[in-house]
């Protein structure tokens, strides 16, 4: 698998009309938060495949796999009929999400279980390794992804990661106006802000203070102990589990693309906040990006450039914010957060034509970024990604087979007829319940410290009984 791979990735390269640029934090336990991007093209300019992955808290392990794993999706789609294309991504993009969330889920299991394996018989020293492993399927990121060809742009996104298309108007000037998508505002956000969203958990009976409680954010990838939470307590009973308000469904767009687009910026939420605790309202952000992009059309990274005039602003103000009544200023305190941003530059190969006004054209920068930045996608990370994957892969099957010859087990056989069996029985679930009073006293517990008190409280009591 590894080899096949690496002859489809000879195909792709860094992108030169694309830069990123990326800030770190480190938290108290110096575990570091850094959003991870990717901005390669195929060789022959037909394709392009960019994306940021944002995450949600100091675990790295949803982003950095979900990173891997965009990549290898997506680079495997076939491009050549562009007809069955605009069909069919949709699906493509929807089944990426999908497979994220199950891929993150096995991959935690099998190293929570490796780490119990060879640990036993358990004791209070085994509980504080397996503790990270619980860490671990509570980690979650944000993904928002765009593939370019030819005609289209196909957009498909989960959380709070914005977009900005920007193009030229009627007159030559850079703009984005609202009569093409945007993905800038709150409202198009999957967060509880979101009208559509809102009226997704209302179809789903999910109380809305339960939403705003456990999350402000209604899509994601990973965080799998609050999705398995939130899935159970917002059901009327035990059959209805399988509606789940967190969810990893992309929001999906396709765009049709034009010879007066000029790029596209994606950006993490912090940035954005960072803009409005400068004072710039939220219908001006793309006009200052704009701005900080003409000025500085002619360096090798605009995305640095931008993010870091965009902190010497931000830290000015706050500075002005922490001057006392004598004047003198205080010791400023800033909540660093970690930052990602890509602009792609859409390469038009006529661009005097293309544009209409041949002044414009000096506006395309010729020459971007060409090293690597800080949290950026490289082939090296995915070809040990995917050698490390197919070990673990190798490893599963041999020991499901094991397992299935020396069980004792008698497995269901499926009807004729073809019906499928659900996963759980739910009926035979709640005998088990009736029958172990304990059992049921235990569960109606656990579940009571997620809902209340959350994860930490539950790892709390269980460290306590060991």
């Known amino acids: ?6 002859k489809v990735m000879e195909r792709f390269t860094p992108c030169p009309f694309t830069c990123v640029s990326t800030k770190s934090k480190t938290d108290d336990d110096k575990r570091r938060q850094l959003p ?7 060789k022959d300019r037909q394709i392009g495949l960019y994306f940021i992955v944002d995450p949600i808290d100091s675990i790295m392990v949803a982003s950095d796999i979900s990173a891997n794993l965009l990549f290898q999706h997506l680079i495997n789609i076939d491009f050549t009929d562009e007809q069955h ?3 069919r991504m949709e699906i493509y993009f929807q089944n990426m999400f999908f497979d994220l969330d199950h891929r993150l889920l096995q991959m935690t299991f099998d190293r929570t279980e490796e780490k119990i394996a060879k640990n036993l018989p358990f004791n209070s020293g085994a509980a504080e390794k397996i503790l990270p492993s619980i860490e671990e399927a509570d980690s979650g990121c944000f993904a928002f992804a765009a593939v370019t060809t030819k005609t289209h742009i196909y957009i498909a996104y989960v959380g709070t990661i914005r977009a900005i298309l920007i193009y030229y108007d009627e007159n030559g000037d850079l703009v984005a106006s609202d009569n093409r998508p945007q993905f800038y505002r709150d409202g198009s956000l999957h967060t509880i802000l979101n009208d559509d969203e809102r009226l997704r ?8 203070t ?9 899509r994601c990838v990973g965080k799998l102990c609050e999705k398995l939470l939130s899935s159970t307590v917002t059901a009327n009973d035990l059959t209805e589990c399988k509606c789940n308000p967190l969810s990893c469904e992309p929001a999906y767009c396709e765009i049709p693309f034009n010879s007066k687009d000029y790029a596209l910026v994606i950006l993490t939420d912090n940035i954005y906040q960072m803009y409005l605790k400068t004072g710039i309202c939220e219908d001006d952000i793309p006009k200052d990006i704009i701005r900080l992009m003409t000025e500085k059309k002619n360096s090798m990274n605009s995305a640095e450039i931008i993010l870091s005039e965009l902190e010497t602003k931000y830290y000015r103000q706050m500075s002005d914010d922490t001057v006392d009544s004598d004047h003198e200023l205080q010791q400023p305190h800033f909540d660093y957060q970690h930052m990602g941003m890509l602009i792609h530059y859409f390469y ?5 034509s293309a544009v209409g006004n041949s ?3 000096t506006n395309i920068p010729k020459s971007i970024q060409l090293r690597p930045d800080d949290g950026e996608i490289t082939f090296s990370e995915i070809n040990k990604f995917i050698a490390t994957h197919d070990e673990l892969q190798k490893q599963r099957i041999q020991k499901t087979d094991l397992q299935r010859s020396n069980s004792k087990h008698e497995y269901e056989v499926h009807l004729q007829n073809g019906t499928i069996e659900s ?5 035979k679930y709640e005998k088990l319940l009736s029958d172990n009073p304990d059992l049921n006293q235990t569960i109606k517990t656990i579940t009571a410290l997620l809902e209340h008190e959350g994860p930490e409280t539950l790892l709390y009591e269980f460290e306590k009984l060991i």
């Open 36 to 42: 991870r991007v990717c901005r390669y093209r195929s």
């Open 359 to 361: 002044t414009t054209t």
């Open 1 to 6: 698998m590894a080899s096949n791979m690496n």
């Open 348 to 352: 038009h190969p006529e661009a005097s």
């Open 423 to 427: 996963y759980v029985n739910f009926d």
């Open 210 to 218: 339960f939403a705003q409680k456990n999350s402000k954010y209604t």
């Open 201 to 208: 958990l209302k179809k789903l009976d999910v109380d809305e």
């Open 85 to 87: 294309l605009q069909i």
